[in-house]
């Protein structure tokens, strides 16, 4: 039986955690629907004590889950559906069907966005009705700088890939929960990982043309445009952004890196040196040779206690004696060479090395990268970079060439780099749970797959160009069968035909990041468009309410809308006062005062307007806009506790001034139990009572 049980992990229940693990009770936190809460829904808090400058609500919920864990807080995704009283303490029954026990339990489940209860509002739900739109379920990776990540774990001022190929900083973050359908999109060529949206979420896609030509090389196709996922067909083409950049490095410089000195001959000094110790030159040239060199490296090599270590299979001592020039060239530094069976060791003892390479490129298969610089260099040193790959862990396949790779990292900018260099590279992936269905041998050894297995193919009428960059005539090449062409580069852009559609039930997280200057983001598959605020990108639009939430949407809102139209049910707001000042000197953003919403309007497929009634006149007129933003509340979470606690008429659970509920052993914290303050530090005080409370209880003091 768990000590003290905290429901939600928004401010309240984050405080309530740390105090409670501070004083040793272990609490377990269950997330609850809204992982995080309300703050994780907003941009930027000003009024919070110690932030002088502001701090954004997911941070500051990020911030005070890492000290809750600090001190000993557990954490599990769940939500409960009923309390029910037992002998020594309470038992909980979970979502997930799980039942849990505990002695105490605070809630602080907070209070979920309300919606006007309108039939029509249903209808456009994400087609222009919103909340606060977010769409990609939880772990759907997408191309971060650097490596491919969760949309759920980008954080923001990480830069993301957008659709014209340029890394943008993510300025914004949201979740919610979903139940329901969401779209599959298995595009041709990249298949590591389908696209899975929400059927509202936009994704960049050209028509084809009908019937022009068997072969997609002559497929005519009309102009790009933001298509919903859910509208998307199989005579769609998916867009892939292609970075265009070129960046040259000339140089790096090791002192730097690693953060070491430099004598006076300008080599390293290293921290720890032997009598033995060579000293390495502290400026190493970016050129191809260098480039080849960590192509070998991300592919044979692997980082040891002493050093790093290279293997090479038999026939490969041409790459052999290229790594031992290239170490003695650049590095000063010769290399040990071992023939150990049919294997060839290069062993390099340099400390500084060793340490240089990890630091760049990673320490285990599976985490291997290139720092995000890689990907703007010049193509030419980025085709030596492959070419190094290929050397290791390619291999030739009756119709192309292969590489293959553990690391997801390395899959996302490999496809970057040879988009670059104009191929078009086919992914796959194996899981190692399918890997490790059938028994695998290697060298008489069994082996067991820890990670995913990538397979990177280039095939077709891109072997041609593959086989001039490694130098190895593919023999594919001599039939003269013409090649089937499934995809092609114009311009900035992959084309990618859709190879499946699907539709998937989903229950959970649902995700969605904001981006600067363009709003859109990209994934193994597809670019997607943020389908919040920027959506409505030169737009008309309202927004519902009279609260801090509704200035605070409007103001967020004049970034894209070209007019914001507040809507309100009184003739003054109940905003505090500075957000009301904000709204009402900002020129795009208009006031109706007395009206209320009785209908939403629309052609079938989007909203159009909304029908409003003057409260003073009763008259009903019409209003055009594309989006309509509800801010009116938010409803406390508490249909499960019915029959169990006391509640108000509008479902606040009645607490006492120290966080003590009816029931003995059940404290409230938060907005769930606040209809008056509803402020992030009222919630973390309560949060703050509601533990203290709890450990007297439990300690048999009340
Ligand atoms: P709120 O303060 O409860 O405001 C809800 C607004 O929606 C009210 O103006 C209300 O009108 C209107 N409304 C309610 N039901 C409606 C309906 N069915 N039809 C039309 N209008 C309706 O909620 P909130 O703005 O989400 O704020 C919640 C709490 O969080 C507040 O305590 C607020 O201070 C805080 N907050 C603070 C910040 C910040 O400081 N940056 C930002 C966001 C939220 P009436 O006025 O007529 O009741």
Known sequence: MENLIILGTGIAGLTAAIYAARANLSPLLLSGREDGGQLTLTTAVENFPGFP?????????????????????????????????????????????????????????????????????????????????????????????????????????????????????????????????????????????????????????????????????????????????????????????????????????????????????????????????????????????????????????????????????????????????????????DVAVKQEGSVWRIECYAGILRDLFQKLFGKYSYGKSLPHWFVYLPVDKQAELVKGYYRGDGGIKPEGFSLVTNSPKLVAQFKTILLRLGIIVGISRRSKDVLNKTKNVFNGREIKFKHDRYELEIGGSYLRLASDMFGVEHPHLKNKKRNNEFAWIKGNYAYLPIRRLETVDYDGEVHNIAVENNNTYVTAGAIVHNCDGAFFKNKEVIVIGGGDSAMEESLFLTKFASKITIIHRRDSFRASKIMQERVFKHEKIKVLWNKEIIDVLGNGKIVTGVKLKDIVTGKTTDFSCHGVFLAIGHVPNTSFLHGMLEMDELGYLKADAWTHTKVPGIFAAGDVQDRRFRQAITAAGSGCMAAMEAEKYLAGME
Not at 265 to 275: A, F, L, V
């Open 53 to 333: 400058n502001g701090v954004q609500g997911p941070e500051l919920i990020a911030v005070c889950k890492q000290q809750a864990e600090k001190f000993g807080a557990r954490f599990k995704v769940d939500a409960v559906t009923t309390v029910k009283k037992i002998s020594k303490g309470f038992e909980l029954q979970l979502e997930s069907g799980e039942k849990i026990q505990a002695k105490t339990i605070i809630i602080a489940t907070g209070a979920s966005a309300r919606w006007l209860g309108l039939e029509s509002e249903q209808k456009y739900k994400g087609r222009g009705v919103t909340t606060c739109a977010t769409c990609l379920p939880t772990g759907s990776t997408i191309v971060a700088n650097n490596a491919p990540k969760a949309i759920d774990k980008i954080e923001e001022g990480e830069q993301v890939l957008t659709y014209d190929g340029t890394f943008q900083k993510v300025v914004g973050k949201g979740s919610r929960p979903f139940k329901g359908k969401l779209v599959k999109i298995i595009p041709r060529y990249f298949r590591e990982e389908p696209t899975l949206l929400t059927p509202e979420h936009p994704v960049y896609a050209a028509k084809m043309k009908r019937g022009v030509g068997a072969n997609y090389r002559d497929m005519k196709w009309e102009e790009p445009q933001w298509v919903p996922a859910g509208e998307l067909r199989k005579d769609h083409i998916l867009l892939y952004p292609i970075v265009s950049k070129t960046i040259d490095v000339v140089n790096i410089k090791i002192a730097d890196i690693l953060k070491l000195d430099v004598d006076e001959k300008g080599y390293i000094k290293n921290n720890y040196e032997t009598y033995t110790a060579r000293r390495i030159p502290n400026i190493v040239p970016i050129n191809r040779d260098f480039m080849r060199l960590i192509g070998y490296f991300l592919a044979e090599g692997s980082i040891t206690p002493r050093g790093i270590n290279f293997y090479f299979g038999p026939k490969d001592k041409e790459y052999v004696d290229d790594t031992i020039r290239i170490f003695k060239t650049f590095f000063d530094y």
